[in-house]
């Protein structure tokens, strides 16, 4: 049986490869599928922190980067909330046909690099709570 630390290591080491494919898809100028690796690697480690927080070592069954947030006791709710509907959006919008076209214009090197240093600030701060 996996102890709550081998939960949360899980959810951090998926987060860490999902990390590495995206900085590899931003180097090839994948930038939708790069959008939709960042997504990922915040929601794991979102997921690391709620297991941490929570009595329960499996995180609720959504992507919404909010909802799993608001389980956790992080605190800075109000800070993210913005990003996450966008990050949330990049889920979304690279999982389904009628969105990705969307997604696609959207996704140019200025917005990625814009949103990453979000992301990055974003990453270490919840790393720095596991």
Known sequence: MMKKEDHINYWKNSAQENWDMAL????NKKYPEALFFLN???EKLLKANWVRDNFENTPPLTHDLDKIHSDTMLGKEEE????YLVA????????YPDYKNTLRKLATKAYIDNHLIKIKELRTWLLSRI
């Open 24 to 27: 590899f898809l931003i180097d």
């Open 88 to 95: 949330t959006s990049w889920n979304l919008e690279t999982r």
């Open 80 to 83: 993210w909330r913005d990003f």
């Open 40 to 42: 990922l690697t915040v």
